[in-house]
C-alpha cells in the first residue's frame, strides 16, 4: 500500500475510533458490490479490527455480503 494511501487508511480510522461508530461486541456487516468502494471500505474496517485487537480494545465481529 503506497504511504498516502496507509495515511488516507490511518485518518479514516482515526475517525472512527474518535466517534465511536464501532462500539464493543457489534457485529458490522458491509454489502459488497465489487466495486472499488465498497471493497475499500472493507479493506478500512478490516484494518480498524486488527488495530483494535492488536491494542486489545474494541472487540467487534466484521462480515461481508455480495448484493
Known sequence: M????????QKVTDVI?????????????????????SLSL?????HYQQRCNKARSTSFQLGAITV
Open 17 to 37: 475510533h474518535q466517534l465511536k461508530m464501532i462500539r464493543n461486541g457489534d457485529k458490522v456487516l458491509v454489502c459488497l458490490s465489487g466495486g472499488k468502494d
Open 2 to 9: 503506497a504511504d498516502s494511501s496507509t495515511r488516507d487508511v
Open 42 to 46: 472493507l479493506h478500512i474496517l478490516r
